[in-house]
């Protein structure tokens, strides 16, 4: 399993499911930074399953225990290893999926890749909840980056067909509403379309169905000049990560697909000086991100969130133990819409890309 990343911060994801616990290490954290346990909970409690009804019913606190790195309240440089362990599997759920495929996940592509030796309850070292130790590394990032002024925040941009307003579209986004959005479990700019969302998933939900999404994720702060050209582009970087996320599908920076459909004078971002003499674009269609390099701008990207594979609703599969046709409905507890859970895991995986550009030097 290929769960080691980074070049300045190296992070080692370990962990299934329904094992005893799931975990990370983070090699290269500066040593004598103060982490805010406390914040970081908030964080994972953001990400945590069963905490609504717009959530899997699985509940888990996802308390993470420091076994390494840390002391007196301070990273000590060396590797960072922290557990959070599994306390509310259910694994019998999953004994037909040994055998019939689930269309849309991680069942046979990882029987193949494993030779059947991979752990199938509660899709094992696929699952979403994987996610916890990354939300674990990236609160940390994102209270190292927070004392260099940046903050990374992210809303809904849609839930099926129901759309948010872009970050683009409003005139100033503050770090205060930045954070603002965290506390919420759906975060809109225009709040009206709060209930409409909440009544498709619950739609979703009850139909046996599910519903995808759009998350946009944007860092304010970020000043110019950090990002490298070609294979460490902040883009790629950005993206080698988010999809590293389960049930991501896709991603564009800034206007994304549709500055195709611009013309170059439309298209371009136009430089200004401020009043206070910063350099400044007045439009922010590349996203932040030109050459692969900041240019002091927001970086604004969205991420394309499939629907969750485990549906009730009755499909066509295949039995690989029998090598037939099969009938499936998923029972067991799953999410109707991975977008309010995987907004926090976007936000981390974006910090800990920022940190690791940042502590390289670019
Ligand atoms: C936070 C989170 C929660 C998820 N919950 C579910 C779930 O309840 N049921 C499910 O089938 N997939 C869920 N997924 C998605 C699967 O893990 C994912 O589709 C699977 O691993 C296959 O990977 P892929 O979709 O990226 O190809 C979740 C993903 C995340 C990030
Ligand atoms: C437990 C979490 O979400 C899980 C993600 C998930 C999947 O297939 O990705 C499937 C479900 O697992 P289980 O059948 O064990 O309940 C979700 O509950 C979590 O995110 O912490």
Known sequence: MSGIWGKKLELSLFGESHGDAIGITINGLPPGFEIDLDQVQVEMARRAPGSSDLTTPRKEKDLPEILSGFLDGKTT????????????????DYSLLKDVMRPGQADYPGRMRYKGHNDHRGSG???GRITAPIVFAGAICQQWLKQKGITVSSHIQSIGNIEDERFADQKEVTHEQAEAFKKDQL???DGEKK??????ILEAKEEGDSVGGVVETFVLGIPAGY????FDSVESTLAHLVFSVPAIKGIEFGTGFDITRMKGSEANDEYYYDENGQVKTRSNNNGG???GITYGMPIVFRSAVKPPASIKKKQQTINVREGKAAELEVEGRHDPCIVPRVLPVLEAVTAIALTDLILGGN
């Open 227 to 230: 990002g490298n050209p070609f």
């Open 187 to 189: 975060p809109l700019f």
């Open 125 to 127: 070292h696929f699952s």
């Open 77 to 92: 440089g060396a590797p960072l290893t922290a557990i959070i362990r599994n306390t509310n599997t259910r694994s019998k």
């Open 289 to 291: 991100i030109i050459g």
């Open 195 to 200: 209930e409409a969302i909440r009544d498709l």
